[in-house]
């Protein structure tokens, strides 16, 4: 069975929303405004009446009747009046509560993905996680479980090793393959843009991801996160963030808002104790214009067509992901160019070290860029060619973190 858009689900809560708020407001000032004209025709025929017997010099009891009749008549105006207004403020008032029950009905499935995550990460891998939603959270469900069932295969091999090399062996086999299995499959095939992006395996760790995914037709969606530990555990958080970012942005949050919620749902009850550095990114492919957010995140390159790649600084410094709730951050924009090119990265690569504890530095990335891959054109060859780079720089040293790096050109 075909699974709803998220998106267009949320949409429809808000056209039924504004659908019964029409409705109610026209059919309550109806109604009323029935009610009030029988009342206003009864004293305009008293009116008509009084005045026909007015006698040309009136006496000052008729006079006081007939204006006291002309006061009712402005008086049944004003309750017309009342009565739509508050017509419209009952029927606001009644969709309001209905949109906050329908966006709550939306929005239980992910708290309840949540939570069973949670347990998963706490060591239960026998469960499976079920959601009651037939939208993109029930998708990833369905990608978490086939994760799940590929993690206790690798479990149950781990368990059969008998030597702490062998375990250790394993646990980074299971680790490598959760990293492999929780990346984006394919590149958008499109002619006004080109994707690459590659994960290199620096250290012994984890926790480290990309994704890229659509909003609609025009949004594409980037994001890099970097969980501050190693092992199975930042994996499986690396996972828990990953799939809030992709939940929110499909659901066609800025980048700023994507941050927002998933820290909050990290940060309620982190049992796990770690954090994530995130940089989001939204790319109006329409209208050429870029939109990011960074949590404690890695400043991106930005190359202009025919010229130099300069690091862009996301200015304050922001805090990473899982800390505390209700941290705000904060959007930036910039308008690109026909050719212009995006690269994004992990700290793996700009604090990469060589045996004399020198950093490879995000200002070596642009250095080369500029000077030996200026006459590239081709997103792959450039990726392994800065990667080479990077691995000649630091020889046979072990780093802390992987590596990741996402690049993008804008074709216009």
């Not at 499976?128 to 990608?143: C, G, H, K, R, Y």
């Not at 250095?367 to 630091?394: C, H, P, T, V």
Request: proline share 2%; net charge negative.
């Amino acid at each position: 069975m075909k699974r709803k858009s998220l998106r267009f689900q949320m949409l429809g809560t808000i056209l039924i929303v504004l659908l019964l708020f029409f409705v109610t407001t026209v059919v309550f000032t109806a109604v009323e405004m029935q009610s009030l004209e029988d009342n206003t025709q009864e004293r305009y025929d008293e009116y008509v009446d009084l005045y026909n017997d007015l006698p040309e010099t009136p006496d000052e009891t008729a006079m006081e009747r007939f204006e006291q009749t002309v006061e009712m008549i402005k008086i049944s105006g004003k309750k017309i009046i009342e009565s739509i207004v508050l017509g419209a403020v009952i029927a606001f008032a009644l969709a309001v509560v209905i949109a906050s029950w329908r966006t709550k009905k939306l929005l239980e499935p992910m708290h309840h993905l949540r939570e069973e995550m949670k347990a998963v990460g706490q060591g239960n891998l026998t469960k499976e996680v079920t959601v009651d939603a037939d939208n993109e959270i029930a998708e990833l469900a369905d990608e978490f479980n086939a994760m799940l069932a590929a993690l206790r295969r690798y479990m149950d091999d781990l368990q059969r090793t008998t030597s702490d090399k062998e375990r250790m062996s394993a646990e980074l086999s299971v680790m490598r393959q959760i990293q492999k299995d929780m990346l984006p499959s394919r590149y958008p095939a499109r002619g006004d843009m080109q994707l690459y992006a590659a994960v290199w395996p620096l250290s012994e760790g984890g926790g480290d991801y990309y994704d890229f995914f659509w909003a609609d037709r025009d949004h594409l969606t980037i994001t890099v996160g970097d969980v501050t530990d190693t092992g199975i555990m930042a994996t499986l958080y690396a996972v828990l963030a990953q799939t809030f970012m992709r939940s929110f942005g499909k659901m066609g949050y800025t980048p700023s808002r994507i941050l927002a919620e998933t820290n909050n749902q990290l940060s309620e009850k982190n049992e796990f104790g770690m954090n994530v550095a995130a940089m989001t990114a939204v790319i109006d492919l329409s209208m050429g214009e870029l939109t990011y957010s960074s949590a404690g995140g890695e400043a991106f390159l930005w190359k202009h067509a025919g010229g130099d790649a300069e690091p862009i600084d996301f200015g304050e410094v922001t805090i990473p992901l899982g800390n505390m709730e209700n941290v705000p951050y904060h959007n930036k924009k910039i308008r690109l160019a026909q050719g212009d090119m995006l690269i994004f990265y992990t700290k793996g690569i700009s604090q990469a070290h060589n045996a004399k504890g020198e950093r490879y530095t995000v200002q070596r990335i642009a250095d080369y860029i500029n000077s030996e891959l200026r006459q590239k054109f081709d997103l792959a060859e450039m990726g392994e060619d800065i990667r080479q780079d990077a691995l000649d720089f630091i020889g046979d040293v072990r780093q802390e973190d992987d590596g990741i790096i996402v690049m993008f050109r804008y074709m216009g």
